[in-house]
């Protein structure tokens, strides 16, 4: 089987957090300058302050230093449980403070839902199929002039000038056919 460089690395690393566990503090340095710039990145996105995320990254290897002899290698490389206990440091710093908004769940009751309720969306379907139906009642093209003026947003004018019809004769159709809605929607 092959090793590679990062395969070589990780054991290199495991083996220097296992002499940090007997007190070497030359190991420990090592273990620093190793991770320090990953372990600052975690606190960094936990903690966007700075000197917060200095703080937590600092308690982070005073917990490497006491507990560094219950780092077990069958479980997982010593990066992953280095990231582990650093972001737990930055957890429980972010917790502390009061940082993160917690609520009670009972609260999301009260917490307004903008969308229709159920029996204003029936009434809604039932009022679009009604008018629907209406629509269809509508002859000689009134249908589409309504359509047009109505629902596309188009001027009395426009529709004058796209059906070469004079503009009063629209204006009539138009009204025809609202009093015509208006008879079959009541």
């Not at 937590?56 to 290897?61: D, F, G």
């Not at 230093?65 to 290698?73: E, I, K, Q």
Request: contains cysteine; charged residues 30%.
């Amino acid at each position: 089987m092959d090793t590679t460089i990062s395969d070589m690395s990780a054991i290199s690393l495991a083996r220097t957090l296992q002499r940090v566990a007997d007190g070497d503090r030359v190991a420990f340095e090592e273990v620093y300058r190793r991770t320090s710039v990953k372990l600052f990145g975690v606190c960094l996105r936990i903690l966007p302050v700075r000197h917060e995320a200095e703080e937590a990254l600092q308690e982070a290897y005073l917990q490497v230093w006491r507990r560094a002899a219950a780092f077990d290698p069958s479980r997982g490389s010593a990066m992953t449980w280095l990231i582990t206990l650093t972001r737990n440091r930055a957890v429980d710093r972010l917790r502390a403070d009061g940082k993160i908004a917690t609520s009670p769940i009972e609260l999301a009751a009260e917490v307004a839902d903008d969308a229709p309720a159920a029996p204003d969306l029936l009434e809604m379907g039932e009022d679009e199929q009604r008018l629907a139906h209406c629509l269809g009642t509508l002859e000689n093209g009134e249908h589409q002039l309504i359509r047009i003026a109505f629902f596309e947003g188009s001027t009395y004018a426009e529709l004058a000038n796209r059906a070469a019809t004079p503009l009063g004769t629209i204006k009539s159709r138009i009204r025809r056919a609202l009093l015509k809605l208006r008879d079959c929607l009541q």
